[in-house]
């Protein structure tokens, strides 16, 4: 059975527990195939301390279009201390391990993709690819103390790029403080970047 948020989301979810001896541990989500585009809808709320380790999201290539990501969108929402490591996604149009999309002054911060595999392959509808390690479309967000390590962006397959990158595939009015990528982005398109794809009106401190 396949478990998912399928509504927005406006709660708190916190992964953070304490033992009975007090010892504080992170929530692990593992093991997780899935052909849904997504675990979380649109985030208004806090997603924190959480750990998702070996997630298949839409490696079939069932949902052709439309929002893949552990998170469907961020919109207003805080996302703090969550790590995606080795695991794959298969996006057409919007894509990113940690959220296909942000907008609305959100922040997403203190957070990690390690390891992972991103595929991007022909939407069946006349689109560009907005894809990227950690998110794939970004407006009025803040992205601070983020990395992408060990990440293989395979975008050979496509029908055109408004914006692949390691970090962020394309953003506008977006702050950018403290982020890096590392790893391996294969593309015979336009507006691919190793931290940003494209960028409009954003500001980067890295």
Same mark, same amino acid.
């Given at each position: 059975?396949?478990?998912?948020?399928?509504?927005?989301?406006?709660?708190?979810?916190?992964?953070?527990?304490?033992?009975?001896?007090?010892?504080?541990?992170?929530?692990?989500?593992?093991?997780?195939?899935?052909?849904?585009?997504?675990?979380?809808?649109?985030? @208004?709320?806090?997603?924190?301390?959480?750990?998702?380790?070996?997630?298949?999201?839409?490696?079939?290539?069932?949902?052709?279009?439309? @929002?893949?990501?552990?998170?469907?969108?961020?919109?207003?929402?805080?996302?703090?201390?969550?790590?995606?490591?080795?695991?794959?996604?298969?996006?057409?149009?919007?894509?990113?391990?940690?959220?296909?999309?942000?907008?609305?002054?959100?922040?997403?911060?203190?957070?990690?993709?390690?390891?992972?595999?991103?595929?991007?392959?022909?939407?069946?509808?006349?689109?560009?690819?907005?894809?990227?390690?950690?998110?794939?479309?970004?407006?009025?967000?803040?992205?601070?103390?983020?990395?992408?390590?060990?990440?293989?962006?395979?975008?050979?397959?496509?029908?055109?790029?408004?914006?692949?990158?390691?970090?962020?595939? @394309?953003?506008?009015?977006?702050?950018?403080?403290?982020? @890096?990528?590392?790893?391996?982005?294969?593309?015979?398109?336009?507006?691919?970047?190793?931290?940003?794809?494209?960028?409009?009106?954003?500001?980067?401190?890295?």
């Amino acid at each position: 059975t396949q478990y998912r948020l399928s509504r927005a989301f406006y709660g708190t979810i916190d992964g953070q527990w304490r033992d009975e001896s007090g010892e504080l541990h992170t929530a692990v989500f593992k093991n997780i195939s899935m052909d849904m585009p997504y675990m979380i809808s649109d985030l @208004y709320g806090t997603v924190r301390n959480l750990k998702v380790e070996n997630l298949r999201m839409n490696v079939s290539e069932t949902s052709a279009d439309g @929002y893949i990501g552990f998170i469907r969108r961020v919109v207003g929402g805080t996302v703090d201390h969550v790590e995606i490591v080795s695991s794959e996604l298969h996006a057409s149009i919007r894509g990113g391990f940690l959220t296909s999309e942000s907008r609305a002054g959100s922040v997403i911060q203190n957070s990690s993709v390690k390891n992972s595999r991103l595929v991007t392959f022909e939407p069946s509808s006349n689109s560009k690819a907005y894809v990227g390690g950690f998110l794939g479309y970004a407006h009025q967000t803040e992205i601070k103390n983020c990395y992408v390590q060990g990440l293989e962006l395979d975008n050979m397959k496509a029908l055109d790029n408004a914006g692949i990158g390691g970090l962020a595939g @394309y953003t506008d009015t977006v702050t950018v403080k403290n982020c @890096y990528t590392e790893g391996a982005i294969h593309t015979g398109y336009r507006n691919a970047g190793g931290l940003i794809g494209y960028q409009a009106l954003s500001l980067i401190h890295i």
